[in-house]
């Protein structure tokens, strides 16, 4: 298998597993906290098993290695955020397309961030993303919309969740070219999993960790989504990336919640809970991540 094409598929099929994170986020009984507890800690603990981390992980300053400790916090909340979106109204395909709005707001947080010239082009996609997720938040088939409802509130925290993990991208981008990934995405694993440690005695009694042991069939699916889902697809991920272009990689990456919400319907047969106006809101949010990424093409090849 020639190199190009050996990178596609490996990116293709660490896309898939990062859109199945939603799937068996879904599936497994646990809480939110407790689920991301538990996955930052397995997928901590496994780096510690490869070779290849020992080697460098002298190689990151203590002070940059803090900044991914600190920015795994993010991560933690991120997923936290994002898997009680799902809990909240038991509906993974919801999620799935509200997370398409991270390209909105990194449009908006990165010049903000990175100290940046805001791009036109990404700001009216990122306006074309908010019509898409106003189809999203009037598309409950079970009930008419209201702020109160289970819908509205996973809508919320879906968007939450993309606003952190806009975050915690554009810190990765400015620090991350440098250092060794496997030993980044280690310390951002444990400094996640640290602070929800931390956090245990502010949660609620049936969220802790120790008091909430998994079953086999939950703790099953929590070993395949630290080890399948997070070092597996990172490692092919990375592997991928040194034989193809950020355009290509970026293009791919973004079908990430496609495959998940086809899984979701396929699975869980949640096409029968969302009317039309999911789909066609889905529709133009999932179009304008992938103009998003045309443009931002488009762009560089000019400034060549």
């Known amino acids: 298998m020639k190199q190009t094409n050996k990178a596609l598929l490996y990116m293709h099929i660490a896309t898939f597993l990062f859109g199945m994170t939603a799937i068996i986020g879904k ?4 809480n939110e906290f407790n689920m991301v507890w538990h996955r930052m800690l ?3 603990f496994v780096f510690l098993l490869i070779p290849a981390f020992w080697k460098n992980i002298h190689k990151i300053p203590k002070k940059i290695l803090g900044i991914f400790f600190l920015n795994g916090v993010i991560v933690a909340i991120h997923w936290v955020t994002f898997y009680g979106s799902i809990k909240v109204n038991n509906n993974a395909s919801l999620t799935l397309a509200c997370f398409g709005s991270v390209s909105a707001m990194a449009a908006v947080l990165e010049p903000l961030i990175l100290k940046q010239k805001f791009k036109k082009s990404e700001l009216i996609l990122g306006l074309i993303v908010l019509i898409g997720l106003a189809f999203i938040a009037f598309a409950d088939s079970n009930s008419s919309f209201s702020l109160g409802s289970k819908y509205f509130q996973a809508i919320v925290l879906a968007l939450i969740s ?4 806009v975050v915690f991208t554009i810190i990765n981008k400015k620090y991350i070219q440098e250092y060794n990934p496997m030993v980044v995405t280690w310390a951002q694993m444990t400094g ?6 931390l956090m245990i005695p502010l949660v609620l009694h049936n969220s802790i960790p120790f008091q909430s042991i998994p079953s086999a069939i939950d703790g099953l699916w929590l070993v395949i989504l630290a080890v399948a889902c997070t070092n597996i ?7 991928s990336l040194k034989n193809m272009s950020a355009f290509t990689s970026s293009i791919i990456l973004n079908l990430e919640p496609v495959y998940g919400i086809f899984v979701a319907i396929f699975l869980f047969k949640e096409n029968e809970l969302l009317n039309e106006w999911f ?3 889905t529709l133009i949010v999932i179009i304008s991540v992938f103009a998003h990424a045309y443009f931002n093409r488009k762009q560089q090849r000019l400034i060549k």
């Open 27 to 30: 599936l497994i009984s646990l």
């Open 42 to 44: 397995i997928t901590s």
């Open 162 to 165: 993309s606003f952190f993990a």
């Open 192 to 197: 996640g999993f640290l602070f929800l440690t």
């Open 233 to 239: 697809a990172f490692s092919l991920e990375m592997e």
């Open 279 to 281: 789909y066609v809101g």
